[in-house]
């Protein structure tokens, strides 16, 4: 058992006894965590901050994601998934195959979670017909549709704000924003892996616009590329302003860079044990975001189990299909029915919890 004298031991008696009171963690402090050795310690806090907020519950949903293009104009230097249009490999779906991807899920999904490239061509009405004609065949499923990247792209293309385009999306059903695309917010480093990607600015500024607009948003950190653990800090303190500003983040998502078929190469790869520390850090930062995910497609599902008993307690869902990891070099199964996610769930001591894209529980 880890006791109050042995977190004096190791430094870190102040922050236990700001996580016991429920005070905000400054900047120093996520510091001096990054710099503890004691993972075991680090899950210990984590870990109350998770019992406190959700007791012995992990979440997870029955979701299909849609991936509709892989051509995309930004040409990140990270990413493995975009091509250019006639390159082998690019692809693009029709409405049609978007139906088709939906009607062929082991189950009718709770939540469609709809990302891909920004290309070029695309106008948003063909998204504006396509999720109407999916709301008609799925009424009962949440749209989550779109980075803020995506969002800054249709504006720029169809030349009208931001605003204009989170509007004409809500009115044809979409409710939530999935919080891909913030990568890493600090610019210089932002500069050298997405030059031509929204900037950090902007892409908290659109969750603002949507927060205002009433949708629920994810948000997300890109982590262990060429960034310092001071971004990663900074990173979390602008989502936590963020918050407390516009109160609209349901979920944070740590996005650990897998390096396979990247061609940005990388000196010293991500460890698991930095994925951990960083998945435990990140719930003791964001004292105002009520879930962290555990996203078993780019961790692999053993280490979200892990993760699990680092402050995770989301363990995302079925899935069926997603192009962006794997084709990034993740090695984690395809889909996840809800047998083995409950098994998975129960096997790491947890509960497991059916919810809608909102959090709100499944009876």
Same mark, same amino acid.
């Given at each position: 058992?880890?006791?109050?004298?042995?977190?004096?031991?190791?430094?870190?008696?102040?922050?236990?006894?700001?996580?016991?009171?429920?005070?905000?963690?400054?900047?120093?402090?996520?510091?001096?965590?990054?710099?503890?050795?004691?993972?075991?310690?680090?899950?210990?806090?984590?870990?109350?901050?998770?019992?406190?907020?959700?007791?012995?519950?992990?979440?997870?949903?029955?979701?299909?994601?849609?991936?509709?293009?892989?051509?995309?104009?930004?040409?990140?230097?990270?990413?493995?998934?975009?091509?250019?249009?006639?390159?082998?490999?690019?692809?693009?779906? #029709?409405?049609?195959?978007? =139906? *088709? +991807? &939906? %009607?062929?899920?082991? $189950?009718?999904?709770?939540?469609?979670?709809?990302?891909?490239?920004?290309?070029?061509?695309?106008?948003?009405?063909?998204?504006?017909?396509?999720?109407?004609?999916?709301?008609?065949?799925?009424?009962?499923?949440?749209?989550?549709?779109?980075?803020?990247?995506?969002?800054?792209?249709?504006?720029?293309?169809?030349?009208? #704000?931001?605003?204009?385009? =989170? *509007? +004409? &999306? %809500?009115?044809?059903? $979409?409710?939530?924003?999935?919080?891909?695309?913030?990568?890493?917010?600090?610019?210089?480093?932002?500069?050298?892996?997405?030059?031509?990607?929204?900037?950090?600015?902007?892409?908290?500024?659109?969750?603002?616009?949507?927060?205002?607009?009433?949708?629920?948003?994810?948000?997300?950190?890109?982590?262990?590329?060429?960034? #310092?653990?001071?971004?990663? =800090?900074?990173? &979390?303190?602008?989502?936590?302003?963020?918050?407390?500003?516009?109160?609209?983040?349901?979920?944070?998502?740590?996005?650990?860079?897998?390096?396979?078929?990247?061609?940005?190469?990388?000196?010293?790869?991500?460890?698991?044990?930095?994925?951990?520390?960083?998945?435990?850090?990140?719930?003791?930062?964001?004292?105002?975001?009520?879930?962290?995910?555990?996203?078993?497609?780019?961790?692999?599902?053993?280490?979200?189990?892990?993760?699990?008993?680092?402050?995770?307690?989301?363990?995302?869902?079925?899935?069926?299909?997603?192009?962006?990891?794997?084709?990034?070099?993740?090695?984690?199964?395809?889909?996840?029915?809800?047998?083995?996610?409950?098994?998975?769930?129960?096997?790491?001591?947890?509960?497991?919890?059916?919810?809608?894209?909102?959090?709100?529980?499944?009876?």
């Amino acid at each position: 058992m880890i006791t109050k004298e042995y977190f004096e031991k190791i430094g870190l008696g102040s922050i236990l006894d700001k996580v016991l009171a429920g005070e905000r963690l400054s900047i120093a402090d996520g510091r001096t965590l990054y710099d503890c050795t004691d993972l075991t310690a680090l899950g210990a806090l984590a870990s109350i901050v998770r019992r406190k907020l959700h007791g012995n519950k992990t979440f997870y949903v029955l979701n299909r994601h849609i991936n509709y293009t892989n051509i995309c104009i930004n040409g990140c230097k990270f990413c493995a998934y975009a091509r250019e249009r006639g390159e082998d490999g690019s692809f693009q779906l #029709s409405q049609n195959d978007i =139906l *088709e +991807k &939906l %009607r062929s899920a082991p $189950v009718a999904p709770r939540e469609i979670h709809v990302v891909g490239g920004c290309h070029p061509d695309i106008p948003l009405s063909f998204f504006e017909k396509s999720f109407i004609a999916v709301k008609k065949e799925y009424p009962q499923a949440t749209l989550k549709c779109f980075t803020a990247v995506e969002i800054a792209h249709f504006a720029e293309i169809e030349g009208i #704000s931001s605003k204009e385009v =989170l *509007e +004409k &999306l %809500r009115a044809v059903g $979409v409710e939530m924003l999935p919080g891909g695309g913030a990568e890493i917010f600090a610019p210089e480093t932002r500069n050298k892996i997405c030059p031509k990607k929204l900037d950090g600015d902007n892409w908290l500024r659109i969750h603002e616009e949507a927060h205002s607009l009433g949708y629920t948003t994810n948000c997300t950190m890109l982590f262990g590329h060429v960034e #310092s653990v001071a971004d990663r =800090l900074d990173h &979390l303190d602008q989502l936590r302003k963020q918050q407390d500003v516009s109160g609209g983040f349901n979920c944070f998502i740590p996005l650990p860079f897998l390096t396979e078929n990247s061609a940005l190469k990388i000196d010293n790869p991500l460890t698991g044990i930095d994925e951990l520390k960083t998945i435990a850090i990140s719930r003791l930062m964001l004292d105002n975001i009520p879930h962290i995910k555990a996203y078993w497609v780019m961790l692999t599902v053993k280490q979200a189990q892990a993760a699990l008993h680092y402050g995770a307690d989301d363990f995302d869902g079925t899935v069926v299909e997603e192009k962006i990891g794997h084709m990034a070099g993740a090695s984690s199964e395809q889909a996840l029915g809800r047998k083995e996610l409950e098994e998975m769930i129960l096997g790491c001591g947890f509960v497991p919890v059916e919810r809608d894209a909102a959090f709100n529980e499944i009876s």
